[in-house]
């Protein structure tokens, strides 16, 4: 089975600098997806991020983009510019790209709680 | 909505007393999911639907959890005898199909068991 670690409980910025928050999977499948979700105090998960592990090129999203390190199974978002609004629990997830039953949930880690200081 | 919606946005109940969850998928998506989120945890797998059928149900904690969906849209996750270890947010998303990667969330149902 596959599972996903998020090893920073918590993490903490200043307004307007960089910070990365990491996440490692373990599986043993070569084509999947992942994601970085954001959870605000609201409950809402907000896709922030995705990547497809066949594509060797790192996903952006504006301010936030991914190190994704295929063979070290290494999924860090970085997100630079920090604002105020980007508080939130970050969780970072795998899911398979087979369609066999069972693969087409998402694999939650515990998240991380990222505080930004003005 | 453009969205998926959830009701109640919280509950609470007591011990013993059944609950029924509703989650409104976005319109046209065929492929539905169930998540349970406990406090300060990561979200855990509960139940996957296809259109009406459920191919997946392997995260179901127990018997006492069931969830059904009809009309290839509003779904409903039962839980009976409610204990307090139930006490958790519930979080549903739906997808276009189920090899569309991306899945998008309800705000979620708050479930407090006294």
């Known amino acids: 089975a596959q599972t996903v670690t998020q090893s920073q409980p918590e993490m903490s910025v200043q307004e307007a600098e960089t910070v990365t928050l990491s996440c490692t999977y373990d599986t043993s499948e070569s084509d999947y997806y992942l994601f970085w979700y954001k959870q605000p105090p609201s409950r809402q998960m907000i896709l922030v991020i995705r990547q497809e592990a066949y594509k060797q090129q790192n996903a952006t999203e504006n301010r936030f983009s991914v190190n994704f390190q295929k063979a070290a199974k290494s999924f860090s978002l970085k997100i630079s510019d920090s604002q105020l609004g980007d508080a939130a629990m970050y969780f970072c997830?795998?899911?398979?790209?087979?369609?066999?039953?069972?693969?087409?949930?998402?694999?939650f880690g515990k998240g991380t709680k990222l505080t930004v200081n003005p | 909505g453009a969205g998926v919606s959830q009701s109640p946005s919280n509950k609470v109940t007591e011990k013993g007393k059944d609950v029924e969850l509703r989650c409104d998928p976005i319109s046209g998506h065929t492929a539905l999911y169930w998540y349970r989120q406990r406090l300060g945890q990561g979200l855990e797998f509960l139940i996957y639907f296809q259109g009406n059928s459920a191919p997946d149900k392997s995260g179901l904690p127990s018997d006492r959890f069931s969830a059904e969906r009809t009309g290839e849209s509003v779904s409903t996750l039962t839980i009976q005898r409610t204990q307090q270890e139930d006490s958790a947010v519930y979080l549903c998303?739906?997808?276009?199909?189920?090899?569309?990667?991306?899945?998008?969330f309800g705000p979620g149902t708050r479930l407090l068991v006294l």
């Open positions: 997830a795998y899911r398979s790209s087979s369609t066999q039953g069972g693969s087409e949930k998402l694999v």
């Open positions: 998303a739906s997808s276009l199909a189920p090899n569309q990667e991306t899945q998008y």
